[in-house]
């Protein structure tokens, strides 16, 4: 086995995938003289950064939407229960509950209600 001196300069990075993108963007020449290796980490980083927040404000200002859709559907939730609750207080009115059942042979009484009072050891008596 002889020993051969490689060289370095025929396909740049050989066959993985950073050296196929390496050739396809020509970017030999132009990283090698403005942008050094030590701060490759760096835009790495912002860039990330970058990503994460145009995501985040994507997904704020769907939230933001979202939000504003449901207040308005709360805000007609709340006339429909307030329209309901008239009706139904309107509906329950002595006068008005009297007037329906008249259709059907009903009518109020006119004779006032009393109480009736049951003394204590009559009521005894009947249990036992």
């Known amino acids: 086995m002889e020993n051969r001196v490689r060289n370095s300069k025929s396909e740049p990075g050989g066959k993985g995938p950073f050296a196929v993108l390496s050739r396809w963007l020509k970017l030999e020449g132009v990283l090698d003289d403005t942008l050094p290796a030590r701060f490759t980490p760096y835009a790495l980083f912002i860039t990330v ?3 994460i927040y145009i995501g985040n404000r994507h997904f704020s200002d769907r939230m933001i939407r979202k939000i504003d ?4 559907e709360v805000e007609d939730l709340r006339a429909d229960f307030t329209t309901l609750k008239s009706e139904y207080m309107f509906a329950s009115k002595q006068s008005e509950v009297a007037r329906k059942v008249k259709k059907v042979g009903l009518q109020e009484t006119r004779i006032p209600p009393y109480k009736i009072v049951v003394k204590e050891d009559e009521y005894k008596r009947r249990i036992d």
């Open 69 to 72: 859709n449901m207040e308005a």
């Open 49 to 51: 950064m970058g990503i």
